[in-house]
């Protein structure tokens, strides 16, 4: 009986050596969500880099009486608006030629940027990792060619 005892107590002592050695691969991290620090987020919330998409920003929204693609949709809308402004601003020094690259940069940005990621944390807020599948520099040498393009 001694025997058998000691034989159960050494197995399962081998299987929970195993269990705990053993290492499984998670989308999960080290990383935390910023509205909730206890909670393990996906990895994109602390690594914003992606393949196939050179530029990327996190966004949060905000839990609100909204659906979730309505929120998607505002929060894609708002970084849209933003790089139009601040990069027209930044290219282009005359006030036509800013004007032009706002119109051209909003038309291109829209049909080009992409809610690459997503995820709810814990409190409800909506995290979004929006992309775009071009780097800065290729987008401004276009812009440019189009803002002189449409000068004569």
Do not use: H
Request: charge should be neutral.
């Amino acid at each position: 009986m001694k025997s058998v005892a000691c034989w159960l107590a050494i197995g399962l002592l081998l299987s929970l050596t195993a269990c705990v050695t053993r290492s499984v691969p998670t989308e999960l991290t080290n990383c935390t969500y910023p509205d909730s620090p206890r909670t393990p987020a996906p990895e994109f919330i602390c690594n914003k880099s992606i393949d196939g998409y050179p530029v990327t920003v996190l966004r949060v929204s905000e839990s609100l009486n909204r659906s979730v693609r309505e929120r998607i949709e505002a929060v894609l809308q708002s970084q849209i608006q933003q790089w139009t402004q601040t990069w027209s601003l930044e290219w282009f020094t005359s006030a036509n030629d800013q004007s032009r690259a706002f119109d051209y940069l909003q038309t291109r940005l829209t049909d080009e940027a992409r809610v690459v990621r997503s995820r709810m944390s814990p409190k409800s807020q909506l995290w979004l990792l929006i992309g775009l599948p071009m780097s800065m520099e290729t987008l401004e040498a276009e812009t440019r060619a189009a803002i002189q393009y449409l000068n004569p």
